[in-house]
């Protein structure tokens, strides 16, 4: 959050959890709360229609750029890593029972997500 602090000033955060229906929940709640950046961490489809509509309201959007420090199956090692440097790292467990420990490297603004699909 110091990264932001220090391009934003004063930072409030805030967390929409649960179920989000769409990108339109994200941005309802920003206007609420009188928010003018999210950092989403949402499906890709949302965050396409999310640009879209960003780009109507003002909004600002983040997205963070991390970088993998280890891959491991221990959890108790990935923790180590994440407890190394806690305001810069996290951990993501994967389904196939890996754990990836990520570090944050730095704030981009999303400016326009092109989504391409083709019937399968």
């Not at 110091?2 to 929940?25: C, D, F, H, K, N």
């Not at 603004?109 to 019937?119: A, D, G, Q, Y």
């Amino acid at each position: 959050m110091s990264v932001l602090e220090e391009r934003l000033g004063g930072v409030v955060v805030y967390q929409l959890s649960g179920l989000i229906p769409g990108a339109e929940t994200v941005v309802e709640y920003a206007g609420k709360i009188g928010a003018r950046v999210v950092v989403p961490v949402l499906p890709l489809s949302m965050i396409v229609r999310l640009a879209e509509l960003s780009r109507q309201s003002g909004l600002t959007v983040l997205i963070t750029r991390m970088s993998c420090v280890a891959v491991t199956r221990d959890i108790e090692e990935a923790r180590r890593l994440v407890n190394e440097a806690p305001d810069r790292r996290t951990l993501a467990v994967h389904a196939d029972g890996s754990i990836r420990v990520l570090e944050f490297e730095k704030f981009e603004k999303l400016v326009e997500v092109k989504l391409v699909t083709e019937p399968f």
